[in-house]
C-alpha cells in the first residue's frame, strides 16, 4: 500500500520563494543585497518614535478584531486626503501586512471554481493564494518596456466563471504605474463583465516624476466592487512591521472581516498606533519620502547606464529593471543573477520568477532604496561584471 505525500499540493510542490532564496544567498554570501525589496536603516526616526511611546504609554494587549478604531479612522482620513475617497472608517480592516490582506480577501470571496484574472509579471503570492482559495487563475501577460493593458487581452481572458480581477498598481517588478486609459479601461471592464476588483495598491506613495497615484476604487462604478489593499510598511520604509489595511464596501467589508478573524485575527496595537498617527501628517512629510527614492532611482539608473547597461522606465515601487539583451548581455535573467552574486557579490531577481509560464527571461530586477554607498558599491560591481560577460 503506497501513502500519499502529506500537504496541500499547492504548498507541497513549490519551492521556498525566489526572494528569501536569493537573500539568504546574499547572507551567506556577503553580497549586496538588490534584490529583496526594503530599506537599509531602522526607518525614519519619528516613525519609530511613535511606535516606541504608544508601547510604552499605551495597551499592549488584544485591540479589536477589526483594528483599532483610530488607524481605520485614519486611514479613512488619509485616502479622502490624499485620493479623494469616500471611505468611513467601518469599510477599512486593519491586517497583518498587504500578504494578509490579499490572503483574506481571496479567502473569502473566491469560491471554488470561480476565475480570477491576473496580470503578469505578478508578485508570486498571488498565484498560490488564488489557487489555495480554490479559486483558477486566468494570466494575462503585460509586453514591456510599456506594460499596457489591452482590451483585446481582457476580453480573450474573460470567462462564463469569471468572478475576480486582480490588480498591482504600481506594478512590481516592472516599476509601472499604469495609466489613466488602462484602469478607465479596467473599470469599464470590470463593470460590464460583473467583477470584483482586488487591488494590490502597497506601492501607491511610490510614484515618480510628477505622477499621481490613482486608486481603481475612484473610477466609474468601483466604489462598492473594489477591494483597496495598502501597507503601511511600505509607506512608511518600515517593511518589517507588517502592519495593512483593505477597504471595501460594506457588504464586502464583513466578508474580509470573517476571514481575517481566523487568520491573525489582529495586529500589534503600538504598531497600529504609530501608523494612526504617521498617516495624518503633513503632505510635505509623504513628498520629502518620495523624493528621497526618486534620488535613489535615478542614482542606480545613472550608474548603471554609464556602465553599459540598459535601464527600463521606472515610474514607482523601489525597482527598475535592466534588459540584458539590449545591454549586450547574452545570458537569460536566471544564470545573470546565479553568476552575478556568486562571481560579483549583488543580489537581483530574475524576471522569470513572477510568470507562472511563458517567462520574460531577459529583464532583471534591481532594488534601489539603499544608502548612495551601498547602491555606488553595487555599481561599481555591476560594471566590472558587464566588463568581464562583453569583453
Not at 556577503?30 to 525614519?44: H, Y
Not at 467589508?253 to 470573517?258: E, Q, S, T, V, Y
Request: include cysteine; glycine fraction near 8%; charged fraction near 20%.
Amino acid at each position: 500500500m503506497t501513502t500519499a505525500a502529506p500537504g496541500h499540493p499547492v504548498y507541497r510542490d513549490m519551492a521556498t520563494t525566489i526572494f528569501e532564496r536569493m537573500s539568504a544567498r546574499a547572507r551567506d554570501t556577503g553580497a549586496i543585497n538588490l534584490g529583496q525589496g526594503f530599506p537599509e536603516g531602522p526607518g525614519p526616526r519619528e516613525v519609530l518614535a511613535a511606535a516606541a511611546a504608544a508601547m510604552l504609554e499605551r495597551s499592549s494587549q488584544y485591540p479589536p478584531m477589526a483594528g483599532l478604531p483610530e488607524l481605520r479612522a485614519a486611514v479613512a482620513g488619509h485616502y479622502a486626503r490624499h485620493q479623494g475617497l469616500d471611505l468611513s472608517p467601518q469599510e477599512v480592516i486593519v491586517t497583518s501586512g498587504a500578504t494578509e490582506a490579499l490572503a483574506a480577501a481571496l479567502l473569502a470571496l473566491v469560491r471554488p471554481g470561480d476565475e480570477v484574472l491576473l496580470f503578469a509579471p505578478l508578485y508570486d503570492a498571488y498565484l498560490p493564494l488564488v489557487e489555495r482559495a480554490g479559486g483558477v487563475a486566468k494570466v494575462i501577460p503585460l509586453a514591456p518596456p510599456g506594460w499596457a493593458v489591452q482590451r483585446a487581452a481582457l476580453e480573450a481572458a474573460i470567462g462564463p466563471r469569471t468572478r475576480f480581477l486582480l490588480l498591482n498598481d504600481p506594478l512590481n517588478p516592472a516599476g509601472a504605474v499604469l495609466r489613466d486609459a488602462d484602469l478607465a479601461l479596467i473599470a469599464e471592464f470590470c463593470v460590464a463583465h460583473d467583477l470584483v476588483a482586488i487591488c494590490d495598491e502597497v506601492w501607491e506613495h511610490m510614484v515618480f516624476d510628477g505622477a499621481v497615484h490613482r486608486p481603481l476604487m475612484g473610477f466609474a462604478g468601483m466604489r462598492d466592487r473594489t477591494v483597496k489593499i495598502g501597507s503601511a510598511g511600505k509607506i512608511f520604509s518600515v517593511t518589517g512591521w507588517k502592519v495593512g489595511w483593505m477597504c471595501a464596501a460594506p457588504p464586502l467589508a464583513a466578508l474580509l472581516a470573517r476571514a481575517h478573524q481566523f487568520l491573525t485575527f489582529t495586529t500589534p496595537p503600538a504598531l497600529q498606533w504609530a501608523c494612526a498617527q504617521a498617516l495624518d501628517w503633513d503632505a510635505d512629510w509623504f513628498d520629502r519620502q518620495k523624493l528621497g527614492y526618486r534620488a535613489s532611482r535615478d542614482r542606480l539608473a545613472a550608474g548603471l547606464a554609464d556602465a553599459g547597461y540598459i535601464v527600463l522606465p521606472s515610474g514607482g515601487t523601489w525597482f527598475l529593471a535592466v534588459d540584458l539583451v539590449a545591454s549586450g548581455i547574452a545570458l537569460d535573467d536566471r544564470a545573470f543573477c546565479d553568476r552575478l552574486i556568486d562571481e560579483a557579490g549583488v543580489a537581483a531577481i530574475p524576471f522569470s520568477a513572477f510568470y507562472p509560464t511563458d517567462p520574460v527571461t531577459h529583464l532583471v530586477r534591481l532594488c534601489f532604496c539603499k544608502s548612495d554607498a551601498t547602491l555606488d558599491a553595487a555599481i561599481a560591481r555591476l560594471a566590472t561584471f558587464r566588463q568581464k560577460l562583453v569583453s
